[in-house]
């Protein structure tokens, strides 16, 4: 449905974007993830035809975004980084404006219109002035006027930025019923909350592809190599005793973290995690020893970020073709 294909953005001498390409499905989540500065709003603001690229070719069902910049737009609804949503108005007039911008009239327009503010749960706030409703009613709205005009996919860059934990559920909750009936792609520096909601994770560190794979092959591929750790209500000896005999710890490193009590930091060669976590489990209960906490260590994400951009340094550089370097500024929305 959506093909990138060796897109680049350079700024000047900055790469903000290097040979990215990857293709996303239908009806589908796809989670944009990357730390700051990785090129996701780049990327996304090319995708949806509101900046140029240096080279290489976005297409949605086929349509060109540079070439069939209408039709291609048309597939997609888009929440920037910062909306442009007029406070002086209200949500109402708002999403009235911007329908007939992508061309809706009339009753089909007021449809639209009721269907999308029940959807996004604005009706309270539809008459109140945009500029006193709360972040998270004003990122509703931002999702609403995205919805109009019956896109099929839908594009949101870090919608959850800047919100309380509460409005931070709401809008996850809203992303997950969007993607019933639409394909999403939305934008994240936040791991757990890509892994919350999407079927897919495009991760990217640098302006490349770092992965591209299920929340659980990723998870799978971000423990620390094979690193457990463990808080146990016991003394030095007793606790290297107890690790001392399973076979399958090869390494340990103790220290005390209160009174009674020692967090041990195990390495193991079990390539499962979750069995060595359960050998440890019973190991403890046997023994009698409180096991106050047992956790599969993570990997550091900005490590795990920079680590996988390392990876796609080796693949090749591919020949620049037709670039596209005029910009066309950002458009209507
Ligand atoms: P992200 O959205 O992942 O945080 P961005 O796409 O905003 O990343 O930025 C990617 C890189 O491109 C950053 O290093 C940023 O500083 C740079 N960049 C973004 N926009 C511009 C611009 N208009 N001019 C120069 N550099 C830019
Ligand atoms: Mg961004």
Do not use: W
């Not at 993830?33 to 090129?39: D, I, V």
């Not at 909306?83 to 089909?108: M, Q, S």
């Not at 995690?273 to 023994?287: G, K, L, P």
Request: charged share 25%.
């Amino acid at each position: 449905m959506i093909e990138i294909e060796h897109l680049t953005k350079r700024y000047g001498a900055h790469t903000a974007v290097s040979d990215l390409s990857f293709q996303v499905e239908q009806g589908q989540i796809y989670g944009f993830l990357g730390p700051n500065g990785a090129g996701k709003s780049t990327t996304m603001n090319i995708m949806t035809g509101c900046l140029s690229a240096t080279e290489g070719h976005v297409r949605i069902e086929g349509h060109d975004i540079f070439d069939e910049p209408d039709k291609a737009k048309r597939l997609m609804g888009y929440l920037p980084e910062q909306p442009p949503l007029y406070l002086n108005e209200t949500p109402e007039e708002y999403l009235r404006f911007v329908g007939e911008a992508k061309g809706l009239r009339g009753d089909a327009l007021a449809r639209q219109m009721d269907g999308i503010i029940e959807q996004t749960g604005i009706g309270a706030m539809a008459h109140r002035r945009i500029s006193t409703l709360s972040k998270g009613y004003k990122q509703r709205v931002g999702v609403a006027q995205a919805l109009l005009g019956s896109p099929k996919v839908i594009i949101l860059d870090e919608p959850t930025v800047g919100l309380d934990p509460i409005q931070i559920i709401e809008i996850r909750d809203l992303i997950k019923e969007l993607g019933r009936t639409h394909t999403v792609i939305f934008s994240s520096h936040i791991l757990s909350e890509v892994q919350a909601i999407c079927d897919q994770i495009i991760m990217i560190a640098k302006g490349k592809l770092a992965a591209f794979d299920t929340p659980e092959n990723l998870e799978r591929r971000l423990l620390a190599p094979n690193e457990l750790v463990l808080t146990a209500e016991t003394d030095e000896e007793a606790l290297a005793g107890l690790l001392a005999g399973m076979e399958f710890i090869s390494a340990a490193q103790m220290e005390r973290t209160g009174e009674g009590r020692l967090t041990a930091h195990i390495r193991t060669d079990r390539t499962d995690i979750y069995e060595a976590s359960r050998a440890v489990f019973f190991a403890f209960a046997q023994r009698g020893i409180p096991l106050l906490e047992l956790t599969p260590k993570k990997a550091n994400l900005e490590d795990i970020f920079l680590e996988l951009a390392d990876d796609g340094d080796a693949q090749p550089e591919t020949a620049p073709d037709a670039g596209h370097d005029t910009e066309s500024g950002v458009e209507e929305e």
